[in-house]
């Protein structure tokens, strides 16, 4: 294979800093393929780089563009170019020129935020066994004008957390120990995913660490590979499945199965957003639902439907649709009044008395469950829970330095704390750096000292996760005589803004219809499909939660 690199020239040339022979040298490798046009933002986001020694590398991977000449205008950027062989190849091309001891791979459409490439060496000074380090980055949406912070704490367990999804996103955010390609290349078999299959081999065989810095942006347009989901969803899956052979262990392989139903899921609900909005769908679309999720296939064709009935509904007059009705060519949103077939719901009486314990878990437990894994970060150093730790144990892990549980008597032998939150003045101030009461302030009569409590002994930047019922059936046994209140998101806000005055306040409301009705008729968890749970309905506030932050 010949390559030719150009040498570098004098025009419009980077501004000078003052050189550092002692620093090692980072090189910033950008790929390049008929995206000429974003080339110099690329390189002004290096030259603002307050980390003085860099090299510049552009592949050239056969562009029919400006590429070239806009390369060559700068000094400073060398310029290597080979024919049409696809972004892994041109990545590799840059590791065999490149002279740094760490890598960058920047994309040409891409940019680096200030402090990048500062924020990422640290780590690997200070620490030479990490293969690489990753940070976070901003979507950049180009034709709809808005920009998304992508930021993912992931503080141990790398591999894992890998075979679970890209918690990386972008590339540009990776900066990577010069040996690691002594041992790994790009796999230029794969036209697309070829970044996460590299994550997934480096971390299985050597320690990676991440941070939430903002590293890089990135820029997604209509010519990003990315925009092709059915492939993409295609060959990430293929990727995953490579490292099917090297798992080990149970809880690596309950992450294999787990990161190939949230890639589906992924993939799939971005597919379905694509086809509704354009109201058509591909056959390699219809396709992919087919094999992974065929319930949006039918969905989509069913929303296509709707969309036909009510044009028809608008249009016509309403003879014409008493006609239609009574030849079964149109049928009402809701079943004619005293035609209802009520079903397993025809009853007084519910399935269970036992809140869904009986039947598989509680339907509420699934939007409580998902709120603590959602703030599960916030869930570290000295954490409060109420009779037990499960919840802090769980989602804390080894964040967690020390774990309190609180109870109102003597009766529990795991308490470490005996008293009411709700007048605890024995409980000294600033002492929690997280609380979780989930359950459990529908239950306190004075629920307005319980919060002011809970404040009082977070210490500043503490974090209270609280979650209250809305609609619920009354526990018949131990509870039922202090089961006080419902609470709705508004009542919470009003809540939260006179006890964490200046705080930051989120409010977070789930359910449905459906799930309220399962909920109180004391089905399970498994019941309900997931998809059926997701979708929210003010009206029916199943739970609401809260994170409140102490100023």
């Known amino acids: 294979m010949v390559y030719m690199v150009q040498p570098e020239t004098k025009k419009n040339s980077q501004p000078e800093k003052a050189t550092q022979p002692e620093l090692p040298l980072v090189s910033v490798v950008i790929p390049c393929y008929n995206h000429g046009q974003y080339l110099r933002e690329a390189f002004e986001s290096i030259w603002q780089q307050d980390y003085p020694a860099i090299e510049v590398l552009v592949v050239d991977d056969g562009s029919t563009d400006n590429t070239r000449q806009v390369t060559q205008s700068v000094e400073g950027v060398r310029y290597i170019y080979q024919a049409n062989q ?95 390609f002594n041992e790994f290349l790009y796999d230029t078999s794969l036209p697309r995913c070829e970044d996460y299959d590299l994550y997934l081999k480096v971390a299985r065989k050597h320690p990676v660490a991440h941070h939430t810095r903002k590293i890089a942006a990135y820029r997604l347009h209509s010519s990003n590979m990315s925009g092709n989901i059915p492939k993409m969803l295609e060959t990430v899956l293929e990727v995953l499945g490579r490292q099917q052979g090297l798992l080990t262990s149970p809880t690596e392989q309950a992450a294999f199965t787990k990161g190939n139903k949230i890639w589906k899921e992924y993939y799939c609900d971005l597919l379905y957003k694509k086809v509704t909005r354009e109201k058509t769908s591909s056959s390699s679309e219809a396709l992919t639902f087919l094999q992974h999720r065929p319930f949006l296939l039918v969905k989509f064709y069913l929303k296509k439907a709707a969309m036909i009935k009510s044009l028809i509904r608008k249009s016509t007059p309403a003879f014409g649709l008493r006609l239609l009705h009574k030849v079964g060519l149109y049928r009402r949103e809701a079943p004619v009044v005293g035609k209802v077939d009520m079903g397993d719901f025809g009853r007084t009486t519910p399935f269970s008395n036992q809140f869904g314990y009986d039947r598989g878990g509680p339907v509420d437990r699934y939007y409580i469950e998902n709120f603590l894994e959602k703030e599960a970060s916030t869930i570290k150093g000295r954490v409060l829970e109420i009779g037990d730790n499960e919840y802090t144990l769980h989602y804390g892990g080894k964040r967690v330095t020390k774990s309190d549980i609180l109870h109102v008597n003597d009766s529990n032998p795991i ?116 998809r059926e749970l997701d979708q929210y309905d003010p009206q029916y506030q199943v739970i609401n939660t809260v994170k409140a932050v102490k100023a």
């Open 86 to 180: 696809g972004l892994s190849a041109a990545r590799n091309t840059g590791i065999l020129h490149a002279r740094g001891e760490f890598l960058v791979f920047l994309d040409a459409d891409d940019w680096l935020l200030p402090g990048a490439i500062s924020s990422n060496i640290q780590y690997l000074i200070q620490n030479p066994k990490l293969a690489f380090v990753s940070g976070a980055h901003d979507k950049v949406f180009e034709k709809e004008g808005y920009t998304q912070e992508e930021v993912w704490e992931v503080g141990s367990n790398h591999y894992l957390q890998l075979l679970q999804g890209n918690y990386i996103g972008m590339h540009a955010t990776v900066m990577y120990q010069r040996w690691v």
């Open 415 to 530: 308490a470490t704390i005996i008293g009411d939150i709700s007048s605890a003045p024995h409980i000294p101030d600033n002492t929690f750096d997280c609380i979780i009461l989930t359950q459990t302030l529908h239950l306190i009569y004075d629920f307005k000292g319980a919060l002011a409590t809970c404040h009082r002994i977070l210490k500043p930047g503490g974090a209270l996760l609280l979650t209250v019922p809305y609609i619920t059936s009354i526990d018949r046994d131990e509870w039922g005589e202090t089961w006080y209140w419902s609470f709705t998101d508004k009542v919470l806000r009003k809540l939260m803004a006179e006890t964490f005055l200046g705080g930051k306040t989120e409010v977070g409301s789930f359910g449905n219809v459906l799930a309220a009705t399962a909920f109180l008729y004391g089905m399970g968890r498994s019941e309900i499909a997931t």
